[in-house]
């Protein structure tokens, strides 16, 4: 069967594409898709697959649905394709800046967080070490050492990391 006359069903394509059937409706809504219908059942050619494919990859790639039909729809077009690749490349550089300050934001977001985990780290460490996200490993690891001998009721006090043993 050659791979134009082959069809697909909507579980199908949900299934190859990780989409829903209520997305790919919603997709049929929205004129990206156009299924033909045999009874009530949606059935879909290798056209609308290819469709869903870059419906898929660009909602992946941060495109809305908008833009996506923008590109699609010049598919059409008897140029080459031309028009479309020259207002995908359009689309493309654009999204690749948009992305790369959303980087660089979310950079900026990950060493403000890093350098407050260290501040905060560093003042439990200072008043309250039995705070810090290891101290229940270490009061379990205690308490199994001193063979559960110790109240568990009470905390187990934690080390200072800041105190040295020579103090």
């Known amino acids: 069967m050659a791979l134009d006359a082959r069809t697909w069903s909507i579980r199908q394509l ?3 594409f ?3 059937a209520r997305a790919l409706r919603f997709y049929e809504d929205k004129e990206l898709l156009f299924p033909q219908r045999r009874g009530q059942t949606r059935v ?6 290819a ?3 870059l419906i898929v990859q660009g909602k992946q790639l941060g495109f809305s649905l908008a833009e996506i ?3 699609l729809d010049l598919y059409d077009r008897k140029d080459g394709g031309a028009q479309q690749l020259a207002v995908s490349l359009r689309k493309f550089r654009a999204q690749i800046e948009t992305l790369n300050q959303k ?3 979310i950079d900026a977001a990950i060493d403000t967080l890093t350098q407050g985990c260290a501040w905060i780290e560093k003042r439990l460490a200072e008043f309250r070490p039995d ?3 290891e101290a229940d490993r270490y009061h379990s690891a205690l308490a199994a050492r001193l063979g559960d001998e110790t109240d ?3 905390p187990i006090p934690a080390p200072n990391p800041l105190r040295t043993r020579a103090s």
């Open 14 to 16: 949900c299934r190859e």
């Open 131 to 133: 705070l810090l996200p």
């Open 103 to 105: 980087r660089e934001a």
């Open 51 to 53: 469709r869903l494919k």
């Open 18 to 20: 990780g989409v829903t």
């Open 69 to 71: 039909r923008e590109m």
């Open 152 to 154: 568990s009721s009470e």
């Open 44 to 49: 879909f050619n290798a056209r609308d697959r």
